[in-house]
């Protein structure tokens, strides 16, 4: 059998199936479930580390039922030291329940920074595995034609009532080489956290914890070329909120 070396047609396709399953026919009891909204600041930190203090945000708001409903995210990271914007993207999109435990997401993605600015197509799922570990998996197909994914794992382990602690992790794969945006084919990253955190209410919670990142690679050589180092280990401190 041929290999195949390109894959991204095989991310458009998968795009257009997603899209295809998520906009299939509602049923009568979908279109009067009831309504209801949520706004959830999941990070907003003080990161500090040897090479730069940032700033770093994610949160997202969803509106719809339980069976369909519209979600945008947010997430970024500004560094203080160069008093500029290291990265920053939104995301439009439409969700659908396939299960009792995961929804389809469908929708565009825009990347503001780094430069160049960037489009995608999105295809993802969220929901919660065995043992109650959060999934959050996309699939990303950009206007230049360039395919990647990103895989975000995070687990609550409750030590008492008001104190848990968050492991979480995110993987991020190119498909093809990106030259322009410093991204190329294979595993670009890797990103760990250790959260301890204290919930004052169920909306307000402030944190203490260690961030990791580390570059792979020739996105790792890229960064190395430019003088800076690929990998990062940094102190952290932020709140979450909910409402």
């Keep these: 059998m041929p290999r195949i070396t390109d894959r991204r047609p095989l991310a458009a396709a998968a ?79 439409y969700q659908r329940m396939v299960s009792d435990f995961f929804d389809l997401q469908v ?27 959060e999934v959050d998996a996309a699939l990303f197909l950009s206007e230049t034609g360039d395919a990647s994914a990103r895989l975000d794992l995070e687990y609550d382990l409750l030590l008492t009532q008001n104190l848990v602690l968050q492991p979480a992790v995110e993987v991020n794969v190119a498909f093809s080489d990106d030259t322009a945006a410093g991204v190329y084919a294979g595993v670009t990253g890797v990103e760990a956290g250790l959260r301890l955190r204290y919930e004052l209410t169920r909306e307000v919670a402030p944190y203490v914890g260690v961030a990791w990142e580390r570059a792979f690679g020739k996105t790792a050589d890229h960064i190395r070329a430019h003088g800076e180092d690929p990998e990062r280990v940094a102190l952290v401190g932020g709140l979450r909120i909910s409402f």
């Design 107 to 133: 929708g565009v993605r825009h990347d503001l920074e780094p430069d160049p600015e960037r489009t995608h197509a999105v295809l993802g799922i969220t929901g919660l595995a065995p043992h109650w570990v």
């Design 15 to 93: 795009v257009l199936a997603g899209l295809a399953a998520a906009t299939a026919p509602a049923s009568a009891a979908d279109m009067h479930e009831p309504l209801f909204g949520a706004v959830e600041i999941e990070r907003l930190e003080y990161q500090a580390s040897d090479q730069a203090d940032t700033i770093v945000w994610e949160a997202q708001a969803r509106y719809g039922g339980d069976t369909h409903k519209v979600a945008v995210k947010t997430t970024g990271e500004y560094d203080r030291d160069a008093s500029a914007f290291e990265k920053a993207e939104g995301q439009l999109l």
